[in-house]
């Protein structure tokens, strides 16, 4: 059974940035990886996808140019670097993983816990 556990997640104030990370317990270096975000009051939303590979990249338009997603396949671990932080970004961010790269949250298998963000102006 694979687990995800995501870390990082911090208070900064608006302007500022942080990388999440996402670590997996077991090898899943063949699965694309997904990082979602779920505000308070609101649904989840998706934020960045990464293929196996590393060679293709999905963002949403609200996070396009100000987030980068990443992988480690040696360490099976995926990082969310965020710049330019908005208030609007405050959230518990999740990390997930699965068989393809997508948009749709039901085509992940395996899900993290999540880390909250917060930024505050």
């Known amino acids: 059974q694979v687990q995800l556990v995501e870390s990082g997640g911090e208070l900064v104030k608006v302007g500022g940035s942080l990388r999440l990370s996402c670590a997996a317990s077991g090898r899943i270096s063949d699965h694309a990886w997904g990082w979602w975000r779920r505000a308070a009051g609101k649904e989840r939303g998706f934020v960045a996808a990464?293929?196996?590979?590393?060679?293709?990249?999905n963002y949403a338009d609200s996070v396009k140019g100000r987030f980068t997603i990443s992988r480690d396949n040696a360490k099976n671990t995926v990082y969310l670097q965020m710049n330019s932080l908005k208030p609007e970004d405050t959230a518990v961010y999740y990390c997930?993983?699965?068989?393809?790269?997508?948009?749709?949250?039901?085509?992940?298998?395996?899900w993290g816990q999540g880390t909250q963000v917060t930024v505050s102006s």
């Open positions: 990464i293929n196996w590979r590393g060679s293709i990249r």
């Open positions: 997930a993983a699965g068989r393809i790269i997508t948009v749709q949250a039901r085509d992940y298998d395996y």
